[in-house]
């Protein structure tokens, strides 16, 4: 059992270093890229000239006997919901920490920012199954708890299942809300190629029905040691979400330029079929200033707006 004081210890330097950056590099952007869910009702005033003719109350008018328009206010409250991959893969950092530390840091900036405007924070842990559910709410509270638990959770399984994700956060959350997918995207099979194939295909159908639902967002990490394989010998390795032991030769610079294109390769297709579907992105390498990585998305999808 993990001692309390360490645990509020993580929690409260993730607490300042992403509350800094929030304030630093984020301030404004968040509140200016996301839009309310909708229009509510304000009140109505008379006609002036240069109001837009749609919005006349045609009833009031009437009864009026000159015009008067409807005033709406945008609804500025969002629901934020981030669903983060706590497979074992995430466990992997080449760098000073961990995929999973760089995962909780970064949803930690997007929940200060969310709490800043007010807004609700809701968190999805999944592996191959749901891990947990926090419903969206507000407060600083609520998302020091969110913290603690990315950081701390001790999931039940190691394997990854992103359609099974999507699918249980489309029937639980049924508002629109703002949605950052999390995750390596390291899809795992021991047995078949054509397995892994179609799970694929079934994650990229989800993406796609999740985009439509929500404002989806998807944030790929990755660890530069997952593309580049150094020159080590032979090394054992073991996949931390199937088991399966493999040995490679590292010394052999063919073995080195195949893993690095093979993986090159299927990121570079994750990244061509997103944009093909129309799905926002970020990419983030483990070691690299993901604050500059989300503020840069920020920036360009203000340019869209």
Known sequence: MKDPRE???????????????????MAGHYN??????????????EYTPGDDIRAIDWNVTAKMAHPFVKR????????????????????????AESKRELMAEMASVLAFSAIRNNDKVGLLLFTD??????????GKQHVLRIIRELLFFEPESTG??????????????????????ISDFLVRDTFRRARIRNQYTDMYRSLTLTDR????????????????????GILSLED?????????????????????N?????LEDFKRTLKRLGIDSIYVENGQPYITKIREFFLNREKRR
């Open 213 to 232: 639902r929500h404002d989806l967002i998807v944030l790929r990490l990755s660890d530069p040691h997952e593309y580049a394989l150094p020159n080590l």
């Open 32 to 45: 200016s890229v996301f839009k309310g869910q909708g229009m509510d009702f304000e009140e109505v005033r």
């Open 129 to 138: 199954q749901i891990e947990a559910f926090i419903p969206p709410q507000k």
């Open 262 to 266: 093979q993986n090159g390769q299927q």
């Open 160 to 181: 990854t299942d992103i359609k099974m994700a999507l699918d249980y956060l489309n029937r639980i959350v049924k508002r629109k809300a703002v949605t950052f997918l």
């Open 72 to 95: 709406f206010r945008e609804e500025r409250e969002l629901t934020l919901m981030l669903v983060v991959d706590v497979s074992a893969s995430g466990d992997f950092g080449s760098i």
């Open 7 to 25: 645990i509020l210890k993580k929690v409260r330097q993730i607490e300042i270093r992403t509350r800094k950056m929030v304030t630093d590099a």
């Open 240 to 260: 931390a979400e199937t088991g399966q032991l493999i040995e490679l030769d590292t010394r052999n610079s063919q073995i080195r330029e195949e893993f690095q």
